[in-house]
T-cell receptor
Framework: EAGVTQFPSHSVIEKGQTVTLRCDPI?????LYWYRRVMGKEIKFLLH????????ESGMPNNRFLAERTGGTYSTLKVQPAELEDSGVYFC????????????FGPGTRLTVL | QKEVEQNSGPLSVPEGAIASLNCTYS??????FFWYRQYSGKSPELIMS????GDKEDGRFTAQLNKASQYVSLLIRDSQPSDSATYLC??????????????FGTGTKLQVIP
């Protein structure tokens, strides 16, 4: 069974540019989560999808961040325009419907904003 | 006060010794507790989960939970160099939507010396 995949693995962009991160959860997992780890800090929750609906987006830093999950399959996280403080590793995780405890993490996307 | 607190380490133990990792959390309504292992540059991997007070053993790993003291620990017996990694404590906190949100500590770096 394929795990959670994320693309790209690494992205380097300049301040003010736009970047879109993609996450493909484990097939059949209705719950999809985005997290971010800024260097030296803990992994922070960004938001949670149940199928295509945003169940909790309390961790989204500001309106420069837009997450979508059309059709309840893969998800994208767009940062527009990117700022220096957006640099970090963005993790995606998924879990099966009705069992939100065990989350399986993807390899992460390392975003560097110059 | 951080929601989940861990000593960042590094914690150095000789090969074959017991490594003891500790974590405290602030939210008394937390219901589920997890230990993730993260190798450098890799994604977090769930190694233990515990839901009730007491000990839970899985191979060389033992998780201990004390809800009254809001304390979670992970013991690694017969530590091996391959156990060298950062260990993340994570706590599920229920949200208003009936789901749970995972909050992570900053992690403790463990070094097992051959």
């Amino acid at each position: 069974e394929a795990g959670v995949t994320q693309f790209p693995s690494h992205s380097v962009i300049e301040k003010g540019q736009t970047v879109t991160l993609r996450c493909d959860p484990i097939s059949g997992h209705d719950n999809l989560y985005w997290y971010r780890r800024v260097m030296g800090k803990e992994i922070k929750f960004l938001l949670h999808f149940v199928k295509e609906s945003k169940q909790d987006e309390s961790g989204m830093p500001n309106n420069r961040f837009l997450a979508e999950r059309t059709g309840g399959t893969y998800s994208t996280l767009k940062v527009q325009p990117a700022e220096l403080e957006d640099s970090g590793v963005y993790f995606c995780a998924s879990s099966i419907q009705g069992y939100t405890d065990t989350q399986y993490f993807g390899p992460g996307t390392r975003l560097t904003v110059l | 006060q951080k929601e989940v607190e861990q000593n960042s380490g590094p914690l150095s133990v000789p090969e074959g010794a017991i490594a003891s990792l500790n974590c405290t959390y602030s939210d008394r309504v937390s219901q589920s507790f997890f230990w993730y292992r993260q190798y450098s540059g890799k994604s977090p991997e769930l190694i233990m989960s515990i839901y009730s007070n007491g000990d839970k053993e899985d191979g060389r790993f033992t998780a201990q939970l004390n809800k009254a003291s809001q304390y979670v620990s992970l013991l690694i017996r017969d530590s091996q160099p391959s156990d060298s990694a950062t260990y993340l404590c994570a706590v599920n906190v229920p949200n208003s939507g009936g789901y749970q949100k995972v909050t992570f500590g900053t992690g403790t770096k463990l070094q097992v010396i051959p």
